[in-house]
T-cell receptor
């Protein structure tokens, strides 16, 4: 079946601009996660949705970052007033349920470059 | 907080030889451990997980991992390496709130 998809695959933006990154999870998966991966590092957690609600947003670095999942499927990560330090690969993952034992399936990521 | 460590930045092995990629963990409570592989310009692919039960876990592409509670380790293994196994490997532990905490990653290079 179809895996997790993310659009765009690449995004180049100027410092100070607003960007939206989209994630389409695997159909039927109730849990959705966003991670950020900087060069040479492992992914770092940003936010976790169970259904439509954000169950854990403790990884969002500051209030410029916001994410939504209004219908419990597609999610959008929004970044306001982008900074060069926001440049990274943003990964989305989904799992069937949000329990500890369920593995997460990752999308190919969106590479964000802030110039 | 839960954490994992991957002590090797890179592992080199000859094709056909056994491979081991090391991971140690630090958790409070029972560990939920995972291995993922990342190929260039692609997302992470799930390989295997340890939740409970047998200490030897079998996963995708012939990989397996051995959970060792006394040594707090969860090393990834494969009996016979392939050139196509060359990639970046991440160990991860499930933290409260269901998020994954990843290690820094280990580059595996298999030479023919």
């Amino acid at each position: 079946g179809a895996g997790v998809s993310q659009t765009p695959s690449n995004k180049v933006t100027e410092k100070g601009k607003y960007v939206e990154l989209r994630c389409d999870p695997i159909s039927g998966h109730t849990a959705l996660y966003w991670y950020r991966q900087s060069l040479g590092q492992g992914p770092e957690f940003l936010i976790y949705f169970q259904g439509t609600g954000a169950a854990d947003d403790s990884g969002l670095p500051n209030d410029r970052f916001f994410a939504v999942r209004p219908e419990g499927s597609v999610s959008t990560l929004k970044i306001q007033r982008t900074e060069r330090g926001d440049s990274a690969v943003y990964l989305c993952a989904s799992s069937l349920f949000g329990g500890m034992s369920y593995e997460q399936y990752f999308g190919p990521g969106t590479r964000l470059t802030v110039t | 907080a839960q954490s994992v460590a991957q002590p090797e930045d890179q592992v080199n092995v000859a094709e056909g030889n056994p491979l081991t990629v090391k991971c140690t963990y630090s958790v409070s409570g029972n560990p939920y451990l995972f291995w993922y592989v990342q190929y260039p310009n692609r997302g992470l692919q799930f390989l295997l997980k340890y939740i409970t039960g047998d200490n030897l876990v079998k996963g995708s592409y012939g990989f397996e991992a051995e959970f060792n509670k006394s040594q707090t380790s969860f090393h990834l293994k494969k009996p016979s390496a392939l050139v196509s196994d060359s990639a970046l490997y991440f160990c991860a532990v499930r933290d409260r709130g269901n998020k994954l905490v990843f290690g820094a990653g280990t580059i595996l290079r298999v030479k023919s």
